[in-house]
């Protein structure tokens, strides 16, 4: 079974390409989206992931970055849901506490097919990321738009943490680190009394 999909999404604020391999053989990823941090963060999905993930990204980054962060979420989320199909014998939860140095973020989440995002990650003073500049603020939105597209109830809380970049990274790789977990086959049936996902 090919757990893969490749899709393609063009508007007049941004144009975006993924491939994703969930089960991920060769181990690539290659991410260009015109914000190195954002590329940073994604590099962490699909590493952290165990996925084969390709993401070209061009968007209106002279307005700021907010259409790019949120179409990638938007594409990622749709990827992702058709290389799962029907989730058949899929291990759907995963959670558990995810550190990066001072930083700590709990990531809970189901591959329901009920969007639902509860993020609690408080931010001091926000300081934007890199050049072009990422406004840490676009984070929720990105996991927001990404769960909703995927069909996932997502929850992801700070429980310590005062670099952002660090809790932003925890973040990331505590959700790609669940998803990874998630996906797991481990039965033939689909995991709900529903029958479906």
Not at 134 to 159: D, Q
Request: glycine share 10%; aromatic share 8%.
């Amino acid at each position: 079974m090919t757990r893969a999909a490749s899709r393609q999404r063009t508007t007049k604020e941004t144009s975006i390409s993924i491939s994703l391999d969930v089960d991920g053989p060769e181990g690539k990823v290659a991410v260009t989206t015109g914000l190195p941090f954002f590329d940073h963060m994604l590099d962490q999905v699909g590493r952290h992931g165990g996925f084969d993930l390709t993401i070209e990204a061009t968007g209106d980054l002279h307005v700021d970055a907010h259409h790019t962060v949120e179409d990638v979420g938007i594409l990622l989320g749709e990827t992702f849901r058709e290389a799962l199909g029907d989730k058949s014998g899929v291990r759907r939860f995963a959670s558990g506490l995810y550190p990066l140095d001072e930083a700590l973020v709990e990531v809970a989440l189901d591959l329901s097919g009920r969007p639902y995002v509860v993020y609690d990650v408080p931010f001091g003073e926000v300081l934007p990321l890199g050049d072009p500049p990422f406004n840490p603020e676009m984070v929720e939105h990105f996991w927001h738009s990404f769960a909703v597209a995927a069909g996932i109830t997502l929850h992801v809380t700070k429980k310590a943490g005062r670099n952002t970049h660090h809790v932003i990274e925890a973040t990331f790789k505590g959700v790609s680190r669940c998803l990874r977990d998630a996906v797991r086959v481990e039965g033939t049936g689909v995991p709900s009394t529903k029958g479906s996902l």
